[in-house]
Structure formats: structure tokens, C-alpha cells
């Protein structure tokens, strides 16, 4: 099994920055794909950026060039930079593993305009 945890989450103006950061336990942690997703309210899970082990990055387009998304092999952390945040980042960010088999708890992100 694998367990995910994660923080960093909060309230933040817009223009400001937040750093998440997915701690993971259970598995080896270099070998996994890790995502992360947000939910708004009344809204659909959506994705928001990847990396997978060769640490190749992918972003959706509405954060792409705004958040990066990175990983420490060491700590078996994963993080999602957020930078310029917008009102329309505010969500519940979850962390997830492997392809979708696991997901952590999530935290949220309020960015007030």
C-alpha cells in the first residue's frame, strides 16, 4: 500500500505563491508517476500537472508556465510550485500516485481577488 499526505495548502492573495508538498509512504517512491489534481465546488476533479520517474514534466494549459511541479527521490516528496495564483486556482488539491491508484486526503488552496 501507499499513503499520501498531503500539505502546504491555505489562503493567499491573488498574485501570490503557495508550495504543496505530497509526502508518499509504503512503496518506492523513484519509481512512480506522481499527479497532481483540484477540485472546485460543483466542479470535476481535473489535472493539473505530472511527473513521472525519468522526471518528464506535463501541465494542464490553464496552469502551464505558472506552477512546477518537482520531486526529491530522498524524501519521497513530491511538490507543486504555485506562483501568480488566481482566483480561479481555488480548489482542493489532491495528490495522486501510480496512474490513479492512490490518492491523498487533500488540502486546500483559497486565492482571494
Known amino acids: 500500500q501507499l499513503q499520501l499526505v498531503e500539505s502546504g495548502g491555505g489562503l493567499v492573495q491573488a498574485g501570490g505563491s503557495l508550495r504543496l508538498s505530497c509526502a508518499a509512504s509504503?512503496?518506492?517512491?523513484?519509481?512512480?508517476?506522481m499527479a497532481w489534481y483540484r477540485q472546485a465546488p460543483g466542479t470535476e476533479r481535473e489535472f493539473v500537472a505530472r511527473?513521472?520517474?525519468?522526471?518528464?514534466?506535463y501541465y494542464s494549459n490553464s496552469v502551464k508556465g505558472r506552477f512546477t511541479i518537482s520531486r526529491d527521490n530522498a524524501k519521497n516528496t513530491a511538490y507543486l510550485q504555485m506562483n501568480s495564483l488566481k482566483p480561479e486556482d481555488t480548489a482542493i488539491y489532491y495528490c495522486?500516485?501510480?496512474?490513479?491508484?492512490?490518492w491523498g486526503q487533500g488540502t486546500q488552496v483559497t486565492v482571494s481577488s
Open positions: 509504503g512503496r518506492t517512491f523513484s519509481s512512480l508517476s
Open positions: 511527473i513521472n520517474s525519468g522526471n518528464s514534466t
Open positions: 495522486e500516485a501510480s496512474g490513479g491508484n492512490f
